[in-house]
């Protein structure tokens, strides 16, 4: 049977792309095995096993160290394709290719246009750091034996650099999710699952909930996911502190086990550089719950929420236009009933997993003839 390794030195272990949707795939077909570095231990885990190369000491060591550690864990495994995963596993890319290993690398975003919005680098540092990591790119991938691209609009970036590449979308397991699909959408809260930040809508969130408690609006708000940028003490909830709810990263079925009564999911991407060109997973997910979707009005979203009638589209910079979606849903269950059904229906027949994993499996088997 032939051995496959993941290799990760920034995911968790359980990514939900990588090991949930990924592996899960291909360990049907072959063996799997999922490098990461998060200080954890080994394990077996639905038939994947995963291999730590240690836990990394703050970002810079992640940057500079964690690469290696994989890079030689993995290479200690022999296996017969190995498929990387993030920007800092470029080097570890190439180095296997050279010694005669079948590489894949997947980009799970425009690396180039994520850079200019890194909080933890200069202003005046990003744009020579995406530039050099945009040439570093157009030297190495083509090199490599595929590529994996997480969005269709990816296409025109990288299809030019390699003549083997696949988009594997991140639309849902709508089977994995089937438990969490809920026809008592009965309270007024909020869900939203993923990182947590400003630039994905948490101060404008924050602001449009401060509205509805002026307004004598009750409602709660359930966050899952981590705080990026800033700590839960540091926030400004000052008149929403009862209402608003952060319990940190948690397994997916642990999450969406909170949504259940949820009348809206949120994912209020500001218009900043990758956002605008890639989809939001969390919108799909949503959708297969049957949880209606309050979304930033970017074409690529209109075009999916809009045409199904499965949410609302707004200016994700406006803290009224946010509170008004949500004071509608609240008011109009039918509606929400109604968005819900729509959603499920939309997942069901255009945006899930099945489809990504035939492109995935048709790149492998392109790849090892």
């Not at 297969?288 to 609302?312: N, Q, W």
């Not at 255009?350 to 088997?365: C, D, I, Q």
Request: include cysteine; aromatic fraction near 8%.
């Amino acid at each position: 049977m032939k051995h496959i390794v993941h290799m990760t030195s920034a995911h968790p272990r359980y990514d939900t792309r990588i090991f949930l949707k990924e592996c899960g795939a291909l360990a049907e077909t072959f063996r799997v095995s999922l490098v990461v570095a998060d200080g954890k231990g080994d394990e077996v885990k639905t038939g994947v096993g995963i291999v730590d190369a240690g836990a990394s000491k703050g970002r810079t060591d992640r940057i500079v160290n964690a690469a290696s550690r994989v890079y030689r864990k993995a290479l200690a495994l022999d296996a017969d394709l190995y498929h990387c995963h993030d920007p800092e596993l470029l080097w570890a890319a190439l180095r296997l290719k050279r010694r005669g290993k079948i590489v894949v690398f997947d980009i799970h975003e425009m690396v180039t246009e994520q850079i200019k919005s890194k909080h933890y680098l200069p202003k005046w540092l990003r744009a020579g750091v995406a530039l050099a990591y945009g040439m570093l790119e157009r030297v190495l991938l083509p090199k490599l034996d595929g590529l994996v691209l997480a969005e269709a609009s990816y296409r025109s970036r990288y299809a030019p650099l390699n003549d083997t590449v696949a988009v594997v979308q991140n639309m849902p397991d709508d089977a994995f999710l089937a438990p969490f699909v809920s026809s008592q959408r009965d309270r007024n809260e909020l869900f939203y699952v993923g990182a947590i930040s400003d630039a994905r809508g948490l101060d404008v969130t924050l602001r449009a909930l401060k509205l509805l408690k002026q307004r004598g609006v009750a409602f709660k708000m359930h966050y899952i996911g981590n705080l990026q940028g800033s700590t839960r003490e540091g926030l400004d909830l000052e008149g929403i502190e009862e209402e608003v709810v952060f319990y940190g990263r948690l397994t997916l079925d642990e999450a969406y086990g909170l949504s259940l009564h949820a009348k809206a999911g949120l994912s209020v991407l500001q218009p900043i550089g990758n956002y605008l060109h890639s989809y939001s997973t969390k919108i799909f997910e949503y959708m297969a719950i049957g949880l209606p979707v309050i979304t930033s009005d970017f074409e690529l979203y209109k075009d999916v929420v809009e045409k199904h009638r499965c949410g609302i589209c707004i200016d994700p910079r406006s803290p009224e236009a946010l509170a008004e979606a949500i004071v509608f849903l609240f008011d109009h269950p039918d509606a929400v009933a109604r968005m819900g059904e729509n959603g499920k229906e939309a997942v069901h027949s255009v945006y899930n997993w099945s489809h990504e994993k035939a492109a995935l499996m048709r790149l492998y088997g392109a790849v090892m003839q």
